[in-house]
């Protein structure tokens, strides 16, 4: 079922990730993508991918959610792992038959990428996603992007789009959930037939979702206005973002981490 | 509890549901339930927010599949060939709650079509049949060829519940199908499921919390207590228990607090009066004889 899909969404607790503030959070996700992808030999790799369990020991989320996450995006994964054993070229030949040739580096490069792509779904989604509640997020995005009012950005705007688009994946989900199970009483049948037919049976879903999303949109507009809501300007807020040391520990380490596998770089 | 002397036409036998089994969210809905649910007769479910009335609609007709324990139809069990559940969906329709949101074809008549479709049958047999459920569920002609976004919430209701209708199911389940509609509305739609049992014969079940309606149109009474079933019988025999009503969170129509009252003010008129047509005739008689009987219905 839909619900099942667990990446991207908030996991409410009270651990040292979860008590960040969203901003440094956000800073602190560039830092590590950006460890992610200066690591290129097997220490600091096998070290991003230690990191990344530490963070999820760190989240107090169940791993086994987190990993069972993971499996939406296990095609990816494969489909990468595959392409680099093929495609890479190097020194050390270890296969070859017909044009296919497979060398060590190639093999090499597809752990990596797997490594790569999980260390930064793990870790970006337990650092922001599962540990952040949505409205935190925006908040702290806001905060981080508003020095682009300066350019006559919406900034505001668009982090209440974002943290709406957010509120409202769930009740979607339920209601597409709510919508197939009533077509299929009436019959419908999602998994046979050809691909023409298939796509068809899609259409008794797809109509009655679009109908009430926008129905639901100006419902949504309508409220706010109700209770006059003009956009960013002259807004205040009810909760206001303080630093405490903890964000500053935690960027330290960060900061720390890349340091090192940098210096690895160089030094291998 | 359950009458024994009919045979049951779809019945659960011993069933557990477990919801989002193996993640910290599990939680049984259902635990180790026994409903037997009459042929051809109008059974009311009734029973409080959270008492697992939706979750046995859809154990009935197949979406949800029991995590223990069996749904039987005719003494069969319908997950014995679990590929073959489509079908099992022909045979029990359910009308969800708030059904409006299920339309989605150009007009109201494709509509209404679309679960006959489904089922493959003749072009024929397809138009005589949406013309039959839009006749019981009061659909009137000169909707069939609007679109179904067009119409007004009751009659968007009326065209979700002709559509399930119009599949010509064994037993048809209804969730709360008058919820949120004016009195008039709730009256029309009961009536034309009334009308459309008594002649088809088949076995409907309509999920309700609301006494009054289930005390005029149900035959028999089904109640529901955390997942358990808790009274079956007639009307009489379940607004009879007041305490036991109350202690469910149910309690008696309110047309029968009326006439309890009229008891209690020194007025003669008889007990065991669920419906306002009751009600009407026993105080009608009263005022004609102006020293009545008295009670002779005693509950």
């Not at chain 1, 668009?158 to 009533?182: G, H, K, W, Y």
Request: charged residues 20%; aromatic residues 8%.
């Amino acid at each position: 079922m839909l619900k099942d899909i667990t990446l991207g969404q908030y996991f409410p607790g009270d651990s040292i990730l979860h008590r960040l503030d969203p901003r440094m959070k956000i800073f602190l996700i560039v830092i590590y993508i950006v460890t992610i992808f200066v690591a290129n030999n097997p220490v600091s790799f096998a070290l991003v991918l230690a990191s990344a369990f530490i963070l999820v020991l760190l989240s107090r989320i169940p791993a086994k959610l987190i990993f069972g996450g993971l499996k939406a995006v296990f095609f990816i994964m494969l489909f990468t792992a595959v392409i680099n054993i093929f495609w890479t070229s190097g020194e050390h030949l270890l296969v070859s038959f017909g044009i296919v040739k497979i060398y060590r580096e190639g093999i090499e490069y597809a752990i990596f990428m797997v490594v790569r792509v999980i260390s930064l779904i793990v870790g970006s989604s337990v650092l922001l996603t599962y540990t952040t509640s949505p409205i935190a997020l925006t908040d702290g995005l806001e905060r981080v992007l508003a020095p682009l009012k300066v350019l006559h950005i919406p900034v505001h705007e668009f982090s209440m789009m974002m943290t709406i688009a957010l509120r409202f994946i769930p009740t979607l989900i339920e209601e597409t959930d709510r919508i197939i199970n009533a077509q299929k009483a009436r019959g419908t049948d999602f998994s046979s037939g050809t691909l023409m037919q298939r796509a068809k049976a899609l259409i008794p879903i797809m109509v009655p979702l679009f109908v009430s999303a926008f129905h639901r949109a100006d419902e949504l507009a309508v409220a706010m206005e109700c209770r006059c809501y003009r956009g960013g300007e002259g807004r205040t807020r009810m909760t206001k973002l303080h630093l405490h040391a903890r964000d500053f520990i935690v960027l330290a380490v960060l900061v720390l981490f890349l340091g090192v596998i940098i210096s690895m770089n160089i030094w291998f | 509890m359950t009458d024994t002397s009919a045979t049951p036409k779809i019945e659960l036998r011993n069933v557990t549901y477990r919801y989002s089994i193996g993640t910290p969210f599990e939680k049984a809905a259902l635990e180790n339930v026994s409903l037997q649910f009459e042929e051809g007769i109008i059974t009311g479910l009734m029973g409080h927010t959270g008492s697992g009335k939706s979750t046995i609609a859809q154990l009935l007709n197949g979406l949800l599949r029991p995590t223990e324990g069996q749904v039987l139809i005719d003494g069969r069990d319908i997950w014995d060939s679990p590929k073959d559940i489509g079908a099992v969906r022909f045979r029990v329709g359910l009308v969800f709650q708030y059904p409006e949101y299920q339309l989605f074809e150009e007009t109201v008549a494709r509509d209404i079509a679309y679960g006959p479709t489904n089922m493959g049958l003749s072009q024929e047999e397809i138009a005589r049949r949406v013309a039959e459920a839009a006749r019981f569920a009061d659909v009137t002609p000169d909707l069939l060829e609007k679109s179904p976004f067009e119409l007004s919430g009751g009659q968007k209701r009326r065209v979700a519940i002709a559509g399930v209708m119009a599949m010509d199911p064994e037993i048809l389940v209804l969730d709360e199908p008058a919820a949120g509609l004016d009195p008039q509305g709730r009256k029309s739609i009961l009536d034309g499921i009334r009308a459309y049992q008594r002649e088809k014969k088949n076995t409907i079940i309509i999920i309700s919390h609301s006494m009054e309606d289930m005390a005029v149109y149900a035959d028999k009474l089904m109640v529901l207590d955390h997942g358990k079933l808790y009274r079956y019988g007639t009307s009489h025999d379940i607004f009879c228990h007041a305490e036991d009503l109350k202690r469910v969170g149910l309690s008696r129509p309110q047309i029968t607090k009326f006439i309890m009252e009229l008891q209690r003010a020194g007025i003669d008129v008889g007990g065991g009066i669920y419906t306002v047509d009751d009600a009407y005739r026993e105080v009608l008689r009263v005022f004609e004889k102006s020293l009545g009987k008295g009670a002779d219905r005693s509950c």
